[in-house]
C-alpha cells in the first residue's frame, strides 16, 4: 500500500514553481509537438499534474477543442486550473473515468513510471482513444548526474538505504524500466499501438542549488523520509545536505536529463 508520502499533493506548489519550469516544461512542450493536436477535436493530458502538457496543448489546438488534464493529486488539479485548464477530472490511469473511444489524442508525461501496471495503464488509454487516436508519453532516460547522486547518498546516512529503495520502487515501480527504450516500445506495442516511434531528446537543467535542493525536497525519496524521520532529524538532514552541497559544487549546478518520446497510434479497426 504507497502511504501519503506518495501522493503528489504535498509537492504540488514546488513542482509548479520549481520542477516544472526547470525539468518538465519543455520535455511537455517537444511531446505535444510531437502529436500533431492541430487535428484533435479532444485531448487527453493523463497525470497532467500542473497542467503543462494541456496547456500546451490547448494553446496548439483548435480553439473549440476539448483539453481535459486527469491526476490522482488534487492539489496538483487546483494548479492545473488556476493555470487554465479547463476541465480537470479527478483519477486514475489504470481506471480511467471515461467512456471508450472519446480522445484523439491522449498523453502522458513522466507518469507511466508511477502506474503498479503499466500494461493496464495503457490498456485503459487505448480504450478511451478513438479509432486512429494517438497516444504518446514521455519516460525519464538513464543519465544520472552527480548532484542527485550526491545527494542520494547523504539522504542515505540518514535512513537505511533498503527502506529508501523499497520506498523508490514502490512509488516508482517501472522508472528504471522505462529508461531502456526497447522497453517503451515494446510496451506500445503489447497493448496493440501501431506506428511506435520512441526518441531520445536531452535537456540541458540550468538551475542553482537552493533550487535544486528545494526540488529534491519534493521528490518521492524525500517525502518518504520526512514521513520517517522526526522534525529534528530531517531538520538536520536539509542542514547537513545545504552545508554539504555548497562545500562541494560551485552555485549554479547546470546538468543534463535525458528523455525518451514515445508515440503510438490505435489502429483504425480495433
Ligand atoms: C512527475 S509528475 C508529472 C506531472 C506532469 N505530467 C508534468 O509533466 O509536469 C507525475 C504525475 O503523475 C500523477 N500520477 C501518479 N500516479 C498516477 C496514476 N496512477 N494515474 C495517473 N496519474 C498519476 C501524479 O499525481 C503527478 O501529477
Redesign the pocket.
Known amino acids: 500500500m504507497t502511504a501519503n508520502w506518495a501522493s503528489?499533493d504535498s509537492a504540488a506548489e514546488s513542482h509548479d514553481r520549481l520542477a516544472?519550469p526547470s525539468y518538465?516544461e519543455q520535455p511537455?512542450r517537444d511531446l505535444v509537438a510531437a502529436m500533431d493536436v492541430g487535428s484533435a477535436a479532444s485531448i487527453l493530458d493523463?497525470?497532467?499534474?500542473?497542467g503543462?502538457?494541456a496547456l500546451r496543448a490547448a494553446r496548439i489546438a483548435d480553439p473549440h477543442a476539448m483539453v481535459v488534464g486527469m491526476?490522482?493529486?488534487v492539489e496538483?488539479l487546483r494548479i492545473a486550473r488556476s493555470h487554465g485548464v479547463r476541465q480537470v477530472v479527478a483519477g486514475?490511469?489504470?481506471e480511467l473515468p471515461f467512456e471508450d473511444c472519446v480522445f484523439d489524442v491522449a498523453v502522458a508525461?513522466?507518469?507511466l513510471s508511477?502506474?503498479s501496471s503499466y500494461e493496464l495503464g495503457l490498456r485503459e488509454i487505448v480504450r478511451v482513444l478513438k479509432p486512429a487516436g494517438r497516444l504518446g508519453v514521455t519516460t525519464w532516460g538513464s543519465i544520472e548526474n552527480e548532484y542527485r547522486e550526491f545527494w542520494q547518498s547523504l539522504a542515505e546516512t540518514f535512513i537505511d538505504k533498503a527502506r529508501l529503495t523499497e520506498a523508490s520502487r514502490e512509488a516508482l515501480p517501472w522508472e528504471e524500466w522505462f529508461t531502456n527504450p526497447e522497453n517503451l516500445e515494446q510496451a506500445f506495442q503489447g497493448v496493440g499501438l501501431t506506428g511506435v516511434r520512441v526518441h531520445r531528446a536531452e535537456y540541458t537543467i540550468h538551475t542553482n542549488i537552493a533550487d535544486f535542493l528545494a526540488i529534491r525536497e519534493a521528490s518521492l525519496q524525500a517525502r518518504f523520509m520526512r514521513q520517517n524521520l522526526d522534525a529534528a532529524q530531517w531538520e538536520r538532514f536539509r542542514e547537513t545536505v545545504a552545508a554539504e552541497f555548497y562545500r562541494k559544487f560551485r552555485d549554479p549546478i547546470d546538468h543534463t536529463r535525458d528523455v525518451y518520446i514515445a508515440v503510438g497510434t490505435r489502429p483504425s479497426t480495433s
Open positions: 503528489y516544472g518538465f511537455a493523463i497525470g497532467t499534474g500542473s503543462l502538457a491526476d490522482p493529486s496538483m486514475v490511469a489504470s508525461s513522466f507518469v508511477h502506474l
